[in-house]
Every structure is written in C-alpha cells, then in structure tokens.
C-alpha cells in the first residue's frame, strides 16, 4: 500500500538530499526511514524504569548508596574466598 509524504521546505529537501548522497546512494525514501528509525530507537526503553522519571524512587535520609553491602569484611563474599563444603 502506497503512501505519498511531500517536503516542499527547501532546507529539508536539502538535507534529505545530502543524507541520501552521503548514506543511502542517493535513495531518499531510505534516507528518510533510516532517520525515522534513528529517531524510534533513541526513545525506545531500554533497562530499567526506576529512575527514569524524577519521584518515582524515594529514598530515606540516612541511606548511603555508595557505601559496601557487606558489613563483615572478613565474609567469604567480601573476600571472594571459595568456601569448601
């Protein structure tokens, strides 16, 4: 199914002309969906979504997340020794 789109700026046919030059081998329909599909991945979700928006975490006062996990440093897992069972 054929869809049509018109650029009549003269700064974006430009563009596309150059990107199609440059890119595609002169194939503006390509040049023009290789930047739509740039444009999708950059806002495509990628990890985790704590933290992508500002409030959504909240932490209390007194809570470092710098410092260590392990309070002992003598444990296996802080040392990385193997444990013999």
Do not use: Y
């Amino acid at each position: 199914m054929a869809r049509v789109v018109t650029i009549n700026r003269p700064d974006v046919v430009a563009l596309i002309e150059k990107v199609a030059g440059q890119m595609t081998k002169g194939n503006k329909t390509e040049a023009v969906a290789l930047a739509m599909r740039r444009l999708l991945e950059k806002d495509a979700r990628a990890g985790s979504l704590v933290g992508a928006h500002r409030g959504c975490l909240r932490m209390l006062k007194d809570i470092d997340l710098t410092k260590p996990v392990f309070d002992i440093e003598d444990s296996d897992a802080w040392t990385g020794r193997e444990i013999n069972r």
